[in-house]
């Protein structure tokens, strides 16, 4: 069913220039939890990086997911694939997909697919269509404003 696998597109329009927000999303150092409001540091763990990749965990109370980043700047592009988690099944992922804008900023398109594993996964992903979008733009607005 649709509805089990929930899918949200949004966009963020910042004045950093993609490299700006290529190194935000990709920052895995001790600031990281300090940046994105969602992870907290008990739930923060960077288990092995490389050139274009790292295996994390991230999340908090609510929900924790060990993910594989993907990460390529010369297409403008990040991919987080879930690997394990306590609420989203592998295949859950983040796409982000920054594009210049003639002013020098750049356009972050998000694409967020979540497939629950638990019932705590279900009910987070009942309320995405509702207020994730909101919610998830606000974050990465806060996160950008930050970066640098």
């Given amino acids: 069913m649709k509805w089990l696998m929930p899918t949200v597109h949004f966009q963020v329009v910042t004045d ?30 960077v288990h092995d990086h490389g050139p274009g990749w790292a295996n994390v965990t991230e999340g908090n109370v609510l929900a924790w997911e060990r993910n594989r980043y993907e990460w390529d700047a010369g297409s403008g592009t990040v991919t987080v694939n879930t690997t394990e988690s306590d609420s989203w099944l ?11 804008t003639a002013a020098g900023g750049t356009q972050v398109d998000v694409t967020v697919v979540r497939n629950p594993r638990t019932l705590r996964g279900k009910l987070i992903a009942l309320g995405l269509p509702l207020a994730g979008v909101r919610v998830l733009r606000a974050d990465l607005q806060n996160v950008l404003s930050h970066a640098g």
């Fill in 90 to 100: 592998p295949g859950s992922r983040w796409e982000y997909r920054l594009r210049p």
């Fill in 16 to 45: 950093l220039a993609p490299e700006a927000v290529l190194k935000a999303l990709t920052d895995f150092s001790d600031r990281r939890p300090d940046l994105y409001r969602n992870i907290d540091r008990s739930h923060f763990r």
